[in-house]
């Protein structure tokens, strides 16, 4: 996976591995195939509880270790996309209602903690990685379940970015009555940067300060205007603008500029975030996203984005997870860059850029259907909405389809020739497109 993000020049991955499998099947919870609506006043207070956890484990094993439970003071989301049966990403969270046993909410989403373990440093060491996953309050006794996409040849190594089973790896009981959920004190200020309606019915993004210090307020307000700008330049943003939220917290950094481990630069920041994460330059990330959600949670959100003090190209952006950019454009790339990586994290886009020369992965198995939108193997690509009816009738099982894709030249294909998710120079192909757009009506309405 390094190799990935280090070949390419412009763009970032969002990156896996695992093991081979043949299975397409999906499992899903039992209690996901109740098809009843559920009204969130029923079940749910108008706030967030936030689950912190461990994800540990090594390249073959994966396990978690409860944390804390946490009040935050928004919730951002609908009241009505509860349960999401969109199927990407690596990882399904699950809440039950215990007294039900109806499944009352649910989200996918992918994670640092996955990318890690595809590395060689899983091979040898296990590691764990501060993580959360926030939700709706519950008003009653509910049980929180964690999924992760399995490997029926082995449950405790996962192929990363297939249709696997899901299998369950960590659960939770909530208790209504449990004093011991932490209650929450600001300590940011937070600022509109483009606020144009309800959080329940808009897509809300925080932006996170990374490496500004006391002094350079004014610098991270400009950053966060100049993101604001940038993202609104490219549809599908341009026509949905109405539809969007923006806000930044201002969390001060102790000192400024960001850590680049390999020249011995370290800095003591907000979130801790470094470039060479996996020892890959430009990958711009942080551990600890437990810190990062701290932050997150003075303002209501869907959605984090991390603005760095830094002109050094780079990044990244995980499904449902978080994103990362350099938060100054001296290159005149870096709202391209960003609204790339915001495509990973709002629906998990895969990569559609080939790296010349490789024809292993360990992130995409010719073999298996990867449950991108916009990436096919065409194992099984009747599976793709846009399959029916955004192709021409030849392109569908055939030739005409752009090969090449998930930084494979052979045995993966993309919807269309040319993509922002392929390379900056592009808009979103009309596949990506669409999907941006499903996903977005989903999570608005
Ligand atoms: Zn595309």
């Not at 049980?143 to 297939?162: C, E, F, M, T």
């Not at 330049?233 to 923006?246: D, G």
């Not at 890959?280 to 209501?300: C, K, L, N, W």
Request: charged content about 20%; overall charge negative; glycine content about 8%.
């Amino acid at each position: 996976m390094k190799a990935k993000l280090l070949l390419l020049a412009i763009l970032f991955a969002l990156t896996a591995c695992g093991q081979t499998s043949r299975n397409h099947q999906v499992n899903k919870p039992a209690s996901q195939q109740a098809d009843e609506s559920i009204r969130f006043a029923d079940y749910f207070e108008d706030k967030t509880m936030r689950l912190d956890f461990y994800h540990c484990g090594n390249a073959t094993e994966e396990t978690y270790f409860f944390d804390e439970l946490k009040e935050e003071p928004y919730f951002a989301g609908s009241y009505y996309a509860l349960r999401d049966s969109f199927n990407y990403g690596n990882q399904r969270f699950v809440l039950i209602d215990k007294a039900s046993g109806r499944e009352i909410y649910s989200f996918h989403y992918c994670t640092l903690w996955g990318e890690w373990q595809c590395t060689p440093e899983a091979r040898t060491t296990s590691l764990g990685m501060p993580e959360s996953v926030v939700f709706p309050y519950p008003k009653h006794d509910a049980i929180a379940q964690i999924w992760s996409r399995g490997n029926p040849h082995n449950p405790d190594v996962k192929k990363l970015h297939g249709m696997q089973p899901w299998v369950l790896k960590f659960e939770y009981e909530i208790k209504a009555d449990n004093y011991f959920v932490r209650g929450f004190s600001p300590i940011y200020e937070t600022q509109d940067v483009h606020v144009v309606g309800d959080s329940h019915t808009c897509l809300d993004i925080v932006l996170i300060p990374e490496g500004y210090t006391e002094g350079e307020r004014e610098q991270f307000v400009r950053d966060c205007e100049y993101f604001a700008s940038e993202f609104f330049r490219f549809e599908p943003w341009t026509s949905n603008e109405q539809r969007v939220n923006m806000r930044l917290v201002w969390a001060p950094s102790a000192e400024s500029g960001v850590s680049i481990p390999a020249v011995g630069k370290w800095r003591n920041t907000a979130v801790r975030a470094n470039y060479f994460t996996f020892d890959s330059e430009r990958y711009q990330m942080t551990y600890d996203f437990q810190t990062v959600r701290d932050i997150a949670g003075h303002t209501p959100y869907d959605y984090i984005y991390i603005l760095t003090n830094s002109d050094k190209y780079g990044g990244g952006g995980i499904y449902n997870f978080y994103g990362v950019g350099a938060g100054h454009d001296t290159h005149g790339t870096s709202g391209r860059v960003h609204v790339h990586e915001f495509g990973h994290q709002m629906l998990g886009l895969g990569d559609e850029y080939v790296e010349i020369g490789n024809t292993t992965s360990d992130q995409y198995d010719p073999a298996v259907e990867p449950w991108e939108a916009n990436l096919t193997t065409k194992v099984d690509v009747s599976r793709k909405p846009w399959a029916q009816h955004q192709l021409p009738e030849d392109s569908l099982h055939g030739k005409s389809l752009p090969e090449g894709g998930g930084y494979l030249e052979h045995g993966i294909w993309r919807p269309y020739e040319h993509c922002l998710m392929n390379t900056l120079a592009y808009p979103f192909c009309p596949v990506c497109l669409q999907a941006v757009i499903d996903y977005l009506n989903y999570i608005t309405k």
